[in-house]
């Protein structure tokens, strides 16, 4: 039976690598879903092992949160938020500066694959009314995205999986993980000026039209004070003993009723896709488990928060997400990170995971996102393009990761 759910596990890995295959109409998500019904088939786990392998409570997380932000996006929040704080960029580096902090501290609170999604036409069309090339703020922004998310629970799926998986509350994992996004967001805006030094060499102002944008303010009278609760209840779920996900729900439900989008509208902008590919995911990985095969592997489960073992998690993460991308590396993790009972490895693997997405393309889903829709739009990013600064973005901040939670074990901050 090992060596079914490992063919079978192999097989699932290659098809989420390798996107286009020969003979094969396969993506990440059909990959994923093909192996969670092969487990079954072939009698790995049952169909009701299958089922209770699935984390609900991450599903419940993304599904809520989701809901949240399609109404935000449909009541054009996004927009406004972009166009009034871009709006104060007056020259091509305040332009950089204002692309970059907005999206990251928006990722931070929002899944950032929403953010990046939502806001690439907005720079895409600000660069363009404005005659720069787009190209050096989309990198920015994609940069800007895994950096800012990576400070809290709700800022990317990887981030949702560990904090519901290792119980730190919400502010902890914040106060925790803010001092590395806040800096990497100032080495994001010092790498990509150094790196198209040309392009901001020149300090003359800048001017777009700021016209084009559309705005439901009746509907965001109720959407935007229900989505500010909903952050305010993670600060305080540990004190009200309500779990992130259930607070998420409750957000969701509210803004359902009480916006002015209708329901359906907003149900049919889910990303249902995704849904399933962490479901499947869920199967596959809990199959390997229930074959023995995790019992192999006891380096992660033996490793200790100080200097090596955070170097091994940021290694790990740095190499294997780039192979899998980061959501799926985290997956296989999460059974390793349960045996090895850390807080500190715990935050390790969800800032060396999400950081580490910035150094290829195919690290991240948001990289994915923001490229595609870039490319239809008529701006292509090329791999060599990304790669320089986002390889030195990914290498300086997984160094200041790695320095700011050693000094926090140090200090007794965390253990």
Known sequence: MQTIALVIFIITYTGIIFTRLPWVNVDRPSAAFFGAVAMVLCGVITFDEAVRSIDANTIALLLGMMIVVATLELDGFFSLIARRTIALAKTRLRLLAAVTFVTGIASAFLVNDAVVLLFTPVVIAICRASRV????????????????????????????????????????FLLCLLPISLLGLCIVVAVVRAVYRRHFAELGPIEYDENGFEYNYASMKFSVPIFALVIVLFFLSHLLHLSIPVIALVGASLVLIFGKIKPSTVIKSIDW????????????????????????????????????GLGIIHALSLALSQIV???????VMLPLMKNAGSEALWLALASASTLAGNATIIGAMANLIVIESAQGLGVRIGFREFLR???????????????????????????
């Open 325 to 331: 991308s980061n959501v799926p590396f985290t997956i």
């Open 273 to 308: 896709v995704l849904l399933l590919f962490f479901a499947s995911l869920f199967i596959v990985v809990h199959g390997v488990e229930a074959a023995g095969l995790m019992s192999h592997v006891h380096d992660v489960g033996t490793l200790r928060p100080d200097i090596a």
């Open 133 to 172: 090339d787009p190209i050096p703020y989309l990198i920015a922004e994609i940069l800007a995205s895994n950096v800012g998310s990576a400070m809290t629970i709700t800022g990317n799926p990887q981030n949702m999986l560990i904090g519901i998986n290792s119980g730190i509350p919400y502010a902890r």
């Open 389 to 415: 600064p986002g390889v030195i973005v990914t290498l300086a901040t997984l160094a200041l990761s790695m320095g700011v939670l050693a000094l926090e074990v140090a200090f007794g901050v965390i253990r």
